[in-house]
Each structure stands twice: as structure tokens, then as C-alpha cells.
DNA sequence: TATTGTTATACTCTATAACTATA
DNA sequence: TATAGTTATAGAGTATAACAATA
């Protein structure tokens, strides 16, 4: 039994995907610059304006993020003129998040940079493994939190045929 | 523009890596139940079993982790009778970690364990799929950390074998 | 002087519980 | 009573700097 025959050494999901990870954050966040909360923060303001979880608590359970943290993280992307906060009418015990025309603006011009730092980080792989890469982990993201792959999870498809 | 159209929503290596990791960790976790530190212990132990390096700095600069915390790491696997330290005769300045009778014993227990735990966090990807998912996660960390190809990461061969 | 490991300190992220306002 | 959001607190995890031992 020798040290590549086995599940051994660096064949191992967890050292790869932290290692992943903090390149990924590395890049990102050297891209962000004074963002608040870095990639998280980068993380809520593009599902404000991109997703349809709007609530304080949908917006959380989508991130991964307690929803004690997501108000301080609110909080500040409010302060920074990004997002504002709406009371649901329907519901007046919900926030709603908005992005301001200033979020919209900012996420725009940060999204590029960030695609960009995410091929740095998965640089070592030629664009074909890259894409295949990408799509394998969305799906398994997106089926983990249970989104509809219908609506944001359609982009696999947008992968594969950019794969092609 | 559609949300399925761009670089939006849940098309976003940070989201992905992060849902993912997550459900690895809670898994494993599980599995590793009273081991100190869970799954950073895990992988310091497996590290000091399988790999070549043993050194703190060694181990610490391989798993991402910043050397102060390693030192806390291994007081606590010593004290767990996993590992044990021995000045290094060639350079006294370096301790030399290696396991314990018990701990390859613990180890190799848990590494079970830890296996179908990642496969219950990629559960939705047929074994195919999962098996080009680690193949690629793999080769990225691998090259990310500068690792030799040669002698851990040989086990990208496997991974595609097994595919086959 | 440089490097390995240790210790002390602080900062970020996260988790828990108590509180409010609405339903 | 139950839920959305807030606040306060404590706990992990991490990073920085100062220190001892060795090279």
C-alpha cells in the first residue's frame, strides 16, 4: 500500500477545498479594496441585486451566514451607500434590501475584477477543465442549499455551452 | 440580461467553494466527533502520517495554517497520545512530528469515516462526476501549493483511473 | 543575523441567547 | 404563540509581534 495507492496524503476534499478557498479569497479580496466585509460583503450585495432572496433571513440562509452577522454586514453596506433597507409592506416585520443605484454601479464594476481573480486562483487549469470545474461545483452548491436549479442555477447550462 | 445570462447569482466560485466546504465540514465533523481541533486535527494527523513533512513550519505551511496556531494544534494532539514531538538531531532548532502507535491507529479509523463523509457532501453527483470533481480540486490545490506532482498528488492518477 | 518554535495579544468570524416589533 | 430583526456576549479561528533557542 504505498502513498498514491490509497485516500491518502493530498487526495483529500478538505485540505483541497481550503486550499482553493483561500486563493480565492487572497485574489478576491485584494480586488475588493476597502468593500465592507470583503468577499462577504461582495457576496450579499450581488445576491441583493441579482438574486430574489431579499429578506435579512433569506439572504442569510442563501450565504451560509448567521442572521445575527448579516446585520452588521447590512448595516455597513448601508453606511457605504450600497444597499438600503425597505420595510416589507406586506410583511412589516421584514426588511427588504435593495441595492442603491451606487450599489448597482459598484457591484458591476467589481464583478469583473472578481471573475478575474477566480481564473488567477483556478489558473493552473486549462479553460475546458476550468469551466468543467465550475460547472461540478455549482451543482453540487446549489443542490446542498436546495435552490431551484430552474431560475440562478440555469447558468450550468451558460457553463456547458461556454465549455463547447 | 438575464440572471441565467452573466457572471451572476450563484455562477460564483466563492459561493460554491464556500456552501461546499461547509457541508464537508458539518459532515466530518460529525465523523470526527472528540478528536481535538476536528477537522484541521484531522488533517494535521493525516499530513504527519502519510507526508513528508514534519516539520511544524513544514506542516503548517502545507495546511494553510499559520505556525503560532500550529503550535497549539500539536500541544493538543500530544496530549491526545496522537503525535509526538522529537528534536530533530540534524537541526535542533526543529521539532519532528510523528505519529503514535495510536494515532496511525486513529487515524486510519477515522480516515474511513472521513471518505464517506465527502461522499455524503458530493451525494448529488454521480460517482463519475464526483470522481473528475476531486480530480480537478486536486490538481488545482496541488498546484496552488506548489506540491511535487510526483508523489502525493500521484493519486490524480488514480482518481482517474477509478473514473475509468 | 536568520530561522524554528513559543507565548501573548488582538482582531475577525461565528454561535447563542435575550430583547423588540410585528404577525 | 411564532417570526424578522436587533443587540450583547462569548467562543472559535486567525494574524501580529516579541521572545528563547539554535544555526
Redesign the interface.
Known amino acids: 500500500m504505498s ?3 490509497g ?19 487572497d485574489e ?1 479580496g485584494a480586488v475588493l479594496g476597502d468593500l465592507p466585509h470583503g ?1 462577504r460583503g ?2 450579499v450585495l ?2 441583493v441585486v ?3 432572496q431579499r429578506s435579512q433571513l433569506a439572504l442569510a440562509g442563501m ?2 451566514i448567521d442572521r445575527t452577522v448579516m446585520t452588521y454586514l447590512i448595516d455597513d453596506l448601508v453606511t457605504a451607500d450600497l444597499v438600503a433597507r425597505q420595510v416589507d409592506p406586506a410583511d412589516r416585520r421584514q426588511r427588504r434590501i435593495v441595492a442603491t443605484g451606487r450599489g448597482t454601479a459598484v457591484l458591476a464594476e467589481l ?1 469583473r475584477g ?2 478575474k481573480a ?1 481564473d488567477v ?2 489558473g ?2 486549462d479553460p475546458q ?1 476550468r469551466a ?3 460547472r ?10 436546495q ?1 431551484a436549479p430552474a ?9 456547458l455551452t461556454a465549455t463547447a
Chains 1, 2 share one sequence.
Open positions: 502513498a498514491a495507492a485516500s491518502v496524503g493530498h487526495d483529500e476534499l478538505g485540505w483541497c477545498l481550503g486550499v482553493v478557498l483561500r486563493a480565492y479569497t478576491v468577499h461582495f457576496q450581488a445576491t441579482h438574486g430574489d450565504l451560509g464583478e472578481v471573475r477566480e486562483a483556478l493552473s487549469l477543465d468543467v470545474l465550475r461540478l461545483l455549482t451543482s453540487v452548491a446549489c443542490s446542498l442549499r435552490v431560475d440562478p442555477c440555469a447558468v450550468v447550462e451558460d457553463a
